[in-house]
């Protein structure tokens, strides 16, 4: 260890006596979550498990799922995939060596798998064996025209359920794989289901998990323990958490969606007026780095107080770009999460504001 190394953490140690958050890191990768354990993550607070799907050869079969005509075809296509996710799923585990790990089910809208111009789509048939006007009036049927408020989140698993089932496979072969391993690796993992604003979204969604688990163990003869929560991210998820809470076993609060939906503003658009919008001081801070207290700050709170309610221990975090902001971690401390998530290089960021808040 390098002379700067130990005096980083010995300061960082002395944060650490302090801060009552935890502090976890949103990785997609071995090499990601190794780095953000050096810089003192406690643990995985989101794996998007979208990014693992453009690797390679994985994409050809991302496609043919996401262009198949039935659930058959659909059912082959993920077929496909499940050993490249579970082998994702061990690296991850293995990396992070006991530490909690939050892996979220697939998210965006499935357009944005594939390909736009028409080039890239003829390349596609015909990899496919199918005729480019087919592949053309699939990539056109599934486009939408506000698509993060559309086809995304859970409602893919609760149309598709195959995509939840192959997903939650994946995550229980790996567990069962590096705890059986030579040097067996202990695993907590936390299934974690997007865009939940009714309750009955999570059920179907959790008794998939449920089954898929069992039926894990009980083909490779182990028993491990996993939960399942949900990403408050929508109002309505917030407002009703209290249902919510009743089937989740933790809450991870997507504050970019949360910023998005609650303020009906676009986190890919909104840049062309916040500017303006500083100037005239309509907002102090641009909504989208820095937690909206005053409003969606107070939907964060609704979704603490409503969970917990029903909970009074229920594990709460954050995993939205707030995770890493200094003024949002103190808001959170102040609402009562138990942790923030964001990216690696915040981690000791997070770690210095939650102790600042705590003091
Ligand atoms: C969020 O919405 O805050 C979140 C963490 O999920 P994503 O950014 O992947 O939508
Ligand atoms: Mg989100």
């Known amino acids: ?53 453009f690797e390679g050869d994985r994409i050809d079969s991302m496609r043919r799922m996401i262009l198949a005509s039935d659930t058959a075809e659909r059912k082959a296509a993920l077929a496909e995939l499940l050993p490249y996710q579970r082998s994702d799923f061990e690296g991850i585990f293995k990396a992070m060596d006991g530490h909690p790990v939050t892996i979220r089910l697939l998210d965006p809208p ?4 594939l390909p736009h111009d028409s080039a890239a789509r003829n390349a596609l048939a015909e990899k496919l064996g199918v005729s480019s006007e087919f592949v053309a009036e699939r990539c056109n049927a599934l486009k939408e025209q506000n698509p993060m408020l559309g086809h995304r989140g859970c409602r893919l698993g609760n149309s598709y359920p195959e995509i939840t089932e192959m997903q939650a496979r994946a995550i229980f072969e790996a567990v069962a794989k590096v705890m059986k391993g030579r040097k067996p690796v202990k695993v907590m993992p936390e299934v974690m289901v997007p865009l939940v604003g009714f309750v009955q979204e999570l059920k179907f969604q959790v008794a ?14 182990v028993k491990f323990s996993y939960m399942v929560g949900t990403m408050i991210e929508i109002p309505r998820g917030a407002i009703t958490a209290d249902e919510i809470a009743e089937v989740a076993d933790f809450f991870s609060f997507g504050t970019n969606d949360l910023t998005q939906t609650g303020l009906g503003m676009s986190r890919d658009d909104s840049g062309s007026f916040l500017g303006k919008y500083k100037e005239l001081d309509i907002l102090a801070k641009n909504p989208f780095a820095s937690i909206d207290q005053a409003g969606i700050g107070q939907l964060v709170k609704i979704g603490v107080e409503k969970g917990r309610g029903v909970k009074p221990k229920l594990k709460i975090g954050v995993c939205g770009e707030h995770g890493g902001d200094p003024e949002s971690i103190r808001f959170f401390n102040d609402v009562g999460l138990n942790y923030v998530s964001c990216s690696p290089p915040r981690v000791p ?11």
């Open 208 to 221: 998939i998990i449920h089954r898929v688990a069992a039926e894990v163990m009980k083909e490779k003869g």
């Open 110 to 113: 499935l357009h944005e798998f």
């Open 349 to 359: 960021v997070a770690r210095l504001a939650a102790a600042q808040a705590a003091i």
């Open 1 to 53: 260890k390098s002379y700067t190394y130990q005096l980083f953490e010995t300061v960082m140690k002395w944060a650490d006596k302090y801060r009552k958050l935890g502090i976890r890191t949103n990785a997609d990768s071995p090499a990601q979550a190794k780095s953000a354990l050096l810089l003192g993550a406690e643990g995985i607070g989101l794996c998007r498990t979208e990014h693992m799907f």
